[in-house]
């Protein structure tokens, strides 16, 4: 998606009944601050407007669908901005209808597979983060900056800020590795997780589609079966082969 938007002449600029809306109109209708949806837009969750002039856009109605969708997937399913944008992207477009079929199929038996494999209990709500916090030692900085890059999502329930129990994990590592000596004094930011995010992603991305075209054609109930042996496998090898290459690289140093 093109994020630059080009000042437009006033011959080419868009009709006012197809763009009815400024800024300021936008965080009316959807209530969000003018910061909070540029920042939408820098991160491409949200397409530009049309400029019309240095500092003046238009925006259609479905910029309005659009920005309450991504509010409505971050603060009340807790899916991080980075899950919006793969979601909003289109991703699952790639899957025929069957293989959607299937893989609708397989996903709720793997519910407890993947709670279990992620240290959760299936059906695991909300957190208070300001507990978790104060347990993991993680700063609030650090949260801040995790929730603003889209790692985890927070919001304000009953006066209190939580969020999702799946998502906790990552700040009890976080914290671990600050107490491990991975201390802002030597320059550790909540950025440097995004090449193990990065790399995670593009990982999955080729999985899904290596596991479809596969099993294209067998029972969900089946695909779910294999599924289930397969993935703490395949975690096994992933943590085993990292370790292999650390070792590997300080064995070639002379």
């Known amino acids: 998606m093109n994020m630059v938007a080009r000042v437009l002449p006033f011959s080419e600029r868009p009709p006012a009944a197809a763009h009815p809306y400024r800024m300021k ?35 259609t109605p479905q910029h309005v669908e659009r920005l309450q969708l991504v509010r409505q997937l971050q603060h009340e399913r807790f899916l991080p901005l980075k899950a919006i944008k793969a979601l ?33 209990s299936p059906g695991e709500q909300v957190v208070d983060v300001l507990e978790l916090l104060a347990r993991t030692g993680v700063s609030k900085e650090d949260l801040d900056r995790a929730v603003e890059l889209g790692f985890v999502a927070t919001r304000e329930v009953d006066g209190r800020v939580v969020m999702a129990g799946d998502q906790a994990w990552l700040l009890e590592v976080w914290g671990e590795l600050r107490a491990a000596g991975l201390t802002r004094e030597l320059g ?55 370790a292999m290459r650390v070792r590997h690289f300080f064995q070639t140093l002379r």
Do not use: W
């Open 25 to 59: 109109d936008l965080c009316e209708l959807t209530g969000l601050p003018r910061q909070v949806i540029h920042f939408y837009i820098q991160q491409g969750l949200v397409p530009p407007g049309v400029k019309t002039g240095r500092n003046m856009a238009y925006y």
């Open 88 to 120: 909003l992207d289109g991703q699952e477009e790639a899957f025929t209808p069957s293989q959607r079929v299937m893989l609708l199929g397989v996903r709720d038996r793997l519910e407890h597979t993947l709670a279990r494999e992620e240290g959760r």
């Open 188 to 242: 550790f930011v909540v950025d440097d997780l995004a090449i193990y995010e990065e790399a995670i992603g593009s990982l999955f991305t080729q999985e899904v589609m290596l596991v479809t075209s596969r099993v294209h054609g067998l029972p969900p109930e089946r695909v779910g079966e294999m599924l289930e042996r397969a993935l703490p496998l395949v975690h096994t090898f992933l943590t085993r082969y990292h």
